[in-house]
């Protein structure tokens, strides 16, 4: 239930955080067209800059979930493996994603790219890699519920073997 309320907040924060930049764009464009109206170009001049940050930070992650819905998980899990790369490279955008990425999610990006590249091997079939990177998961992310679910069932698939 915390996480839950956790996220929730998280939710809130990121609109509010979205509204600020929304309401700051506005009032520089009244300051620069003071007799405009102006509310429309801050909007789409936002999801511009919107757009473009997160497609470019989050390049790699977006590229390696439309190949993995694809079922192309050879191609994805390189392309999760570069967006940890860069991730790991630039942690300030990761830490702050809510404000860079208007990203609400309590699970780190460098986190998301472990268990999606992990979750690509188990889809491969490759159970060795994909143990690798769920318990990989696990060490830089201590409390990743996901990495540890996973890696239980994949014992218990063990077990049953």
Not at 8 to 21: A, D, H, L, P, T
Not at 113 to 133: E, H, K, M, R, V
Not at 140 to 152: C, D, I, T, V, W
């Amino acid at each position: 239930m915390a996480s839950g309320k956790q996220n929730g907040v998280r939710i809130v924060v990121s609109i509010v955080i979205q509204m600020i930049c929304i309401w700051t764009l506005t009032s520089i464009f009244h300051s620069i067209y003071p007799n405009e109206d102006v509310w429309p170009i801050s909007c789409i001049t936002y999801c511009v800059i919107y757009l473009v940050l997160r497609y470019t930070f989050g390049y790699h992650h977006f590229i390696g979930i439309s190949k993995y819905k694809k079922k192309r998980y050879a191609d994805a899990v390189n392309d999760f493996i570069k967006s940890y790369i860069f991730f790991a490279k630039y942690k300030w955008i990761d830490k702050y994603r809510l404000i860079f990425l208007m990203s609400a999610s309590s699970i780190s990006y460098r986190e998301m790219a472990l268990l999606n590249a992990a979750s690509c091997f188990g889809q491969l079939g490759d159970i060795q890699n994909s143990t690798l990177y769920y318990e990989r998961a696990l060490v830089e992310f201590p409390n990743s519920e996901l990495a540890m679910l996973a890696l239980n069932f994949i014992n218990a698939a063990k077990g049953n073997a």
